[in-house]
């Protein structure tokens, strides 16, 4: 399942529309280079997902909780680039408390986050000579029935 996206305002209302079919427990993971779009696909999971507080590259931190929005679902938005594949200080976040009350959504989590769930939706981002971003939908455990039910914009 692949969606061609042109500009930055259709990433997020992808992101908007996967938010918004989000429950507690979720992990997506955004895999894609520097630049790729990941963050900004995020800013839409959480406008998606109505939570509070502003989605950018955390530059000091490695995760930001967002409280719950109005259908009760907070975010946890983790960018692991700085980890370096350091699955020791994934553990000390302590994602699996997290994930009783958020979806989780991991920039750079490839090889790492799948340990927090059997059940992950991984977003695929490629970046296009002419700047398209083309997106691949990779489901793993549970995600594949849920998959066939989404409408997602793109
Ligand atoms: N179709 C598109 N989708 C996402 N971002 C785009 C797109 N076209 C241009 N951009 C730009 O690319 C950059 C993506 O940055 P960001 O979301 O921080 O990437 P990442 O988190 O993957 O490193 C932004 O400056 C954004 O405005
Ligand atoms: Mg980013």
Redesign the pocket.
């Given at each position: 399942m692949t969606f061609e996206?042109?500009?930055?305002e259709?990433?997020e209302a992808f992101g908007r529309s996967l938010g918004r079919s989000l429950r507690v427990g979720d992990v997506v993971l955004l895999s894609?280079p520097?630049?790729?779009?990941?963050?900004?696909m995020t800013r839409g999971i959480a406008a998606g997902l109505g939570v509070p507080g502003r989605v950018s590259?955390p530059t000091f931190a490695i995760a930001r909780v967002h409280g719950a929005g109005p259908g009760g679902v907070g975010l946890v938005h983790v960018d692991a680039y700085r980890l370096g594949g350091d699955l020791a200080q994934l553990d000390d976040l302590d994602l699996d408390a997290d994930l009783e009350r958020s979806a989780v959504v991991v920039?750079w989590g490839e090889g790492t986050a799948e340990r927090l769930s059997d059940d992950y939706l991984v977003v695929r981002?490629d970046r296009r000579d002419d700047?398209?971003?083309v997106v691949a939908l990779e489901p793993h455990g549970a995600w594949a029935a849920r998959l066939a039910e989404l409408q997602l914009a793109g």
């Open positions: 996206l042109p500009a930055v259709d990433t894609g520097l630049g790729a779009g990941k963050t900004a590259s920039e981002i700047d398209v971003r």
